[in-house]
Protein backbone atom coordinates (compact mmCIF):
# COMPACT_ATOMS: atom_id res chain seq x y z
CA UNK A 1 0.00 0.00 0.00
CA UNK A 2 1.64 3.64 -1.26
CA UNK A 3 -1.30 5.78 -0.51
CA UNK A 4 -3.08 6.25 2.78
CA UNK A 5 -5.81 8.20 4.19
CA UNK A 6 -5.11 10.93 6.57
CA UNK A 7 -7.17 9.06 9.53
CA UNK A 8 -5.95 8.78 12.74
CA UNK A 9 -5.77 5.05 14.08
CA UNK A 10 -7.66 4.36 17.21
CA UNK A 11 -6.55 4.44 20.48
CA UNK A 12 -4.94 1.45 21.17
CA UNK A 13 -3.80 0.02 17.68
CA UNK A 14 -0.45 0.42 18.32
CA UNK A 15 -0.35 -1.03 21.46
CA UNK A 16 -2.16 -4.02 19.89
CA UNK A 17 0.46 -4.27 16.65
CA UNK A 18 3.20 -4.35 19.23
CA UNK A 19 1.43 -7.09 21.67
CA UNK A 20 1.77 -8.80 18.02
CA UNK A 21 5.40 -7.94 17.31
CA UNK A 22 6.02 -9.34 21.02
CA UNK A 23 4.60 -12.66 20.23
CA UNK A 24 7.15 -13.29 17.54
CA UNK A 25 9.68 -15.58 17.43
CA UNK A 26 13.01 -15.33 19.21
CA UNK A 27 16.41 -16.46 19.10
CA UNK A 28 17.39 -17.69 22.58
CA UNK A 29 14.25 -15.26 23.66
CA UNK A 30 16.86 -12.55 23.42
CA UNK A 31 14.23 -10.00 21.42
CA UNK A 32 16.85 -7.84 20.18
CA UNK A 33 14.30 -5.32 18.76
CA UNK A 34 13.11 -2.31 18.97
CA UNK A 35 10.39 -0.15 17.29
CA UNK A 36 10.25 4.08 17.51
CA UNK A 37 6.53 5.28 16.70
CA UNK A 38 7.06 8.34 14.38
CA UNK A 39 3.32 10.27 13.87
CA UNK A 40 5.40 14.06 13.72
CA UNK A 41 4.98 15.43 10.37
CA UNK A 42 8.58 16.91 10.57
CA UNK A 43 10.11 13.45 11.32
CA UNK A 44 8.16 11.78 9.26
CA UNK A 45 9.53 14.72 6.51
CA UNK A 46 12.66 14.15 8.02
CA UNK A 47 12.74 10.40 7.35
CA UNK A 48 10.88 10.82 4.22
CA UNK A 49 14.03 12.73 2.45
CA UNK A 50 16.37 9.99 3.63
CA UNK A 51 14.62 6.93 2.10
CA UNK A 52 14.20 8.89 -1.43
CA UNK A 53 11.53 11.52 -0.72
CA UNK A 54 8.92 8.76 -0.91
CA UNK A 55 5.82 10.79 -0.23
CA UNK A 56 3.40 7.98 1.03
CA UNK A 57 5.97 8.21 4.33
CA UNK A 58 4.91 11.50 4.95
CA UNK A 59 0.86 10.48 3.98
CA UNK A 60 0.78 7.75 6.61
CA UNK A 61 -0.80 8.45 9.41
CA UNK A 62 2.26 6.00 11.37
CA UNK A 63 5.27 4.95 10.63
CA UNK A 64 7.19 2.50 12.38
CA UNK A 65 11.26 2.20 12.35
CA UNK A 66 11.86 -1.50 13.37
CA UNK A 67 15.63 -1.48 14.90
CA UNK A 68 17.43 -4.21 15.26
CA UNK A 69 18.62 -3.52 18.99
CA UNK A 70 22.07 -4.76 21.03
CA UNK A 71 21.79 -1.88 22.92
CA UNK A 72 19.78 -3.44 25.96
CA UNK A 73 22.10 -6.58 25.93
CA UNK A 74 25.00 -4.52 26.52
CA UNK A 75 23.28 -2.25 29.11
CA UNK A 76 22.07 -5.41 30.75
CA UNK A 77 25.67 -7.09 31.02
CA UNK A 78 27.12 -4.07 32.11
CA UNK A 79 24.66 -3.53 34.48
CA UNK A 80 25.16 -7.97 35.81
CA UNK A 81 29.14 -7.79 35.55
CA UNK A 82 28.16 -10.11 32.55
CA UNK A 83 30.50 -10.09 29.43
CA UNK A 84 29.35 -8.45 26.33
CA UNK A 85 31.78 -9.16 23.80
CA UNK A 86 29.20 -11.49 21.99
CA UNK A 87 27.33 -8.29 20.68
CA UNK A 88 30.39 -7.20 18.65
CA UNK A 89 29.51 -10.77 16.80
CA UNK A 90 28.23 -10.84 13.01
CA UNK A 91 25.82 -13.66 15.15
CA UNK A 92 24.68 -11.16 17.48
CA UNK A 93 23.74 -8.45 14.74
CA UNK A 94 22.36 -11.17 12.43
CA UNK A 95 19.71 -12.48 15.22
CA UNK A 96 18.62 -8.89 15.82
CA UNK A 97 17.94 -8.04 12.00
CA UNK A 98 15.78 -11.31 12.04
CA UNK A 99 13.88 -10.54 15.30
CA UNK A 100 13.50 -7.20 14.21
CA UNK A 101 11.94 -8.57 11.00
CA UNK A 102 9.71 -11.55 12.66
CA UNK A 103 8.45 -8.90 15.21
CA UNK A 104 7.49 -6.97 12.08
CA UNK A 105 5.94 -9.68 9.96
CA UNK A 106 3.81 -10.31 13.04
CA UNK A 107 2.60 -6.56 13.54
CA UNK A 108 2.10 -6.83 9.78
CA UNK A 109 -0.43 -9.75 10.13
CA UNK A 110 -2.51 -7.92 13.26
CA UNK A 111 -2.75 -4.77 11.07
CA UNK A 112 -3.98 -6.36 8.20
CA UNK A 113 -6.44 -7.85 10.53
CA UNK A 114 -7.71 -4.64 11.34
CA UNK A 115 -8.22 -3.17 7.93
CA UNK A 116 -5.27 -1.66 8.08
CA UNK A 117 -2.10 -1.80 5.33
CA UNK A 118 1.74 -1.28 5.29
CA UNK A 119 4.64 -0.95 3.24
CA UNK A 120 8.09 -1.92 4.41
CA UNK A 121 10.71 1.44 4.01
CA UNK A 122 14.06 -0.72 3.46
CA UNK A 123 15.28 2.86 2.01
CA UNK A 124 16.22 4.44 5.26
CA UNK A 125 19.44 2.08 5.52
CA UNK A 126 20.17 4.53 2.96
CA UNK A 127 21.63 7.13 6.02
CA UNK A 128 21.38 5.16 8.70
CA UNK A 129 23.59 7.69 10.47
CA UNK A 130 20.71 10.46 10.13
CA UNK A 131 18.14 8.21 11.13
CA UNK A 132 20.19 7.20 14.42
CA UNK A 133 20.01 11.15 14.99
CA UNK A 134 16.64 11.84 14.23
CA UNK A 135 15.37 9.31 16.35
CA UNK A 136 17.89 9.42 18.92
CA UNK A 137 19.36 5.36 18.77
CA UNK A 138 21.25 4.48 21.19
CA UNK A 139 25.10 2.87 20.34
CA UNK A 140 24.36 -0.50 19.35
CA UNK A 141 21.20 -0.46 17.79
CA UNK A 142 20.28 0.36 13.40
CA UNK A 143 17.69 0.94 12.18
CA UNK A 144 16.53 -1.96 10.18
CA UNK A 145 13.79 -0.79 7.91
CA UNK A 146 10.39 1.40 8.02
CA UNK A 147 6.94 0.50 8.11
CA UNK A 148 3.76 3.04 6.88
CA UNK A 149 1.37 2.00 8.30
CA UNK A 150 -2.75 3.61 7.69
CA UNK A 151 -6.07 3.01 6.17
CA UNK A 152 -5.50 2.24 2.45
CA UNK A 153 -6.68 4.97 0.38
CA UNK A 154 -9.06 3.18 -2.43
CA UNK A 155 -8.78 6.03 -4.90
CA UNK A 156 -5.56 4.90 -5.08
CA UNK A 157 -5.59 1.17 -5.30
CA UNK A 158 -2.57 -1.44 -5.16
CA UNK A 159 -1.72 -4.79 -6.15
CA UNK A 160 0.26 -7.55 -5.04
CA UNK A 161 3.50 -7.60 -6.76
CA UNK A 162 4.06 -11.06 -8.69
CA UNK A 163 5.87 -13.42 -7.39
CA UNK A 164 8.47 -16.06 -8.41
CA UNK A 165 7.17 -19.67 -9.25
CA UNK A 166 7.50 -21.70 -6.47
CA UNK A 167 9.51 -23.92 -9.05
CA UNK A 168 12.09 -21.55 -9.02
CA UNK A 169 11.93 -21.17 -5.14
CA UNK A 170 11.24 -24.78 -4.48
CA UNK A 171 13.41 -27.12 -3.67
CA UNK A 172 13.36 -30.47 -2.24
CA UNK A 173 15.76 -32.28 0.13
CA UNK A 174 18.21 -30.02 -2.37
CA UNK A 175 19.22 -27.18 -4.17
Excluded at 151 to 161: G, I, Q, T
Amino acid sequence: VRGFLSDRLPNGTLESLIAAAQSASSSSNVQAWSVVAVDTPETKAALAKIAGNQKHIEECPLLLVWIADLSRTEAMGRRHSYPTEATAFLESFVVSVIDAALAAQNATVALESFGLGMVYIGALRNNPEEVARLLKLPPSTVAVFGMCVGYPDPARPYNVKPRLPQRVVLHRNQY
